[in-house]
């Protein structure tokens, strides 16, 4: 059972951590922000940027969670929220409710985003095409 009446105080610098794949997504390199420790399981906080170019995209899922939200750093996404195309920008945050079916399926070279979602072992649910999906943007 995760303790919920304390947490840990943390502080990562930003030249501290790596960013390494064997995350969610082969596609992806994460960058650990320490808060998963600190919060006991309750909060996970990860930077997440391109490494692959989009091919086939995340595929449509769901996931198990509270809280999640998305904060692009830097460059774009393309998702696909329910039958909705969303393009996420630098600077745009995006709350994805507990459970909404979505693909992310388009991305820039360049693209980065932070990522809070509680819990920190949240897990992601394949699920049923809600629509077709648009090609990506193929990197030059």
């Not at 997504?25 to 990860?46: C, E, P, Q, S």
Request: proline share 6%; charged share 25%; glycine share 8%.
């Amino acid at each position: 059972m995760l303790d919920r009446t304390s947490t840990l105080f943390s502080h990562v610098k930003g030249d501290e951590g790596d960013y390494v794949s064997g995350g969610l997504r082969d596609f992806f390199l994460y960058r650990d922000l320490g808060i998963a420790n600190a919060t006991h399981g309750k909060v996970i906080a990860h930077l997440v940027k391109a490494n692959l170019p989009p091919e086939e995209g995340t595929g449509w899922h769901r996931h198990e969670a509270d809280f999640q939200i998305v904060i692009m750093l830097k460059g774009w996404a393309r998702f696909m929220y329910e039958d909705q195309e969303t393009l996420v920008q630098a600077g745009d945050c995006v709350h994805q409710r507990p459970g909404i079916r979505h693909y992310l399926f388009d991305y820039s070279p360049d693209m980065e985003y932070l990522e809070i979602v509680s819990p920190a072992d949240f897990k992601s649910v394949d699920v049923e095409p809600v629509c077709g999906i648009p090609k990506p943007t193929p990197w030059v």
